[in-house]
């Protein structure tokens, strides 16, 4: 990479996405953020040296006045699960065709490296369980079929252009400056306050639905080191820690972390599209990028208590 070149975070004052920007200065990069603060907040990047152009992916005038110079762009913004359940429409104009918009504008400014973040939720109900790469992608959602078409399209690019994209899938992502309330809540901010204020954490469904959750620092330095590996252009790769556990186990987790003698918990109806099973196959990550979490759920989880506190 050219030195002094700029590199270009999408989403970047969202949750994940100032992590990255966190750590691409850290390690010495100049970094541009594009973020229409639709859930993303401005304070997520105080403390960073990233100048951030409030703006929309899909402003095509936007990207063609802030690409030139920008040698990598990490692709992060995107309306989440819960908005594209209520409005999908909007859910698809960001995640798809937005990044359609901004795959153009890349490849009209010669990007030299676009990462493209999508989600595990590509997949679907889990058919065989640790879910590779190769696992059949039939989402149950429609957040999924938009972060499918938006990876459908960073592929195509690749394969039709030569574009030199990057695909990556990371599995729940959950630490610092995740979202708690609203559209983006997550559910370990949710579990955690609730058991610190000793109220009952609210499960949808019977709780043995699983999740495969990994730290947001280890997420963000996967995406980072996949914007930095030849051998991964062109390639689709799972980002998560391969474990798997249950909403109940989780409740567990957080009470003991929380200091409560039991988990609290309370039932509601399952939510639409919910999946059963989601665990990582994490080969390809390990292999192409060398890439290992390095903080365990629980430590995890401490951490985030501190974090509150
Ligand atoms: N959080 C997770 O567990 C998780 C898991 C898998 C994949 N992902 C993916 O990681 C990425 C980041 O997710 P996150 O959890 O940090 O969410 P987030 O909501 O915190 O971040 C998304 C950011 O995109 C911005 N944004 C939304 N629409 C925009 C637009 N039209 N133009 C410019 N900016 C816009 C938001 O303001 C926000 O800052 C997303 O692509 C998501 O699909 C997240």
Not at 10 to 32: C, D, H, K, P
Not at 255 to 267: L, N, T
Request: contains cysteine; hydrophobic residues 40%.
């Amino acid at each position: 990479m050219k030195t002094g070149m700029m590199v270009l975070v999408t989403g970047g004052a969202g949750f994940i996405g100032s992590e990255l920007v966190g750590q691409l200065a850290a390690a010495g990069r100049r970094v541009m953020v594009l973020d229409n603060l639709a859930t993303g907040r401005r304070e997520n990047l105080s403390g960073t040296a990233a100048t951030l152009v409030e703006g929309d992916v899909s402003d095509r005038a936007v990207l063609d006045s802030i690409l030139p110079g920008v040698d990598t762009v990490y692709h992060l913004a995107c309306v989440s699960l819960r908005r594209s359940l209520r409005e999908p429409r909007v859910g698809h104009d960001v995640n798809a065709t937005g990044t359609l918009i901004l795959l153009e504008a890349c490849r009209a400014a010669g990007v030299r490296r676009y990462v493209h973040v999508s989600s595990s939720e590509v997949y679907g109900e889990a058919e065989t369980v640790p879910m590779t790469e190769e696992h059949r992608t039939q989402p149950t959602t429609a957040y999924g079929a938009s972060k499918l078409a938006g990876e459908s399209y960073a592929r195509a690019f690749h394969r039709t252009y030569g574009f030199p994209a990057v695909m990556v899938r990371p599995f729940n992502a959950f630490g610092p400056r995740c979202h708690h309330e609203g559209d983006s809540g997550e559910v370990i901010p949710k579990f955690l306050l609730l058991a610190l204020a000793g109220r009952p954490m609210v499960i949808y469904g019977d709780g043995t639905q699983t999740r495969d959750f990994t730290h947001v620092s280890d997420i963000a330095r996967g995406i980072r080191l996949a914007g930095k590996c030849d051998e991964a252009i062109g390639e689709t790769i799972n980002l998560g820690s391969g474990k798997e556990i249950s909403m109940l186990g989780l409740a567990e987790e957080v009470a003991r972390i929380a200091g409560r003698p039991r988990a609290e918990v309370i039932h509601e109806a399952a939510r639409p599209g919910d999946v059963r099973r989601m665990c990582a196959g994490a080969g390809v990550a390990r292999k192409l990028l060398g890439f290992e979490p390095s903080v365990g759920l629980r430590a995890g989880l401490m951490g985030l208590k501190e974090w509150y506190e």
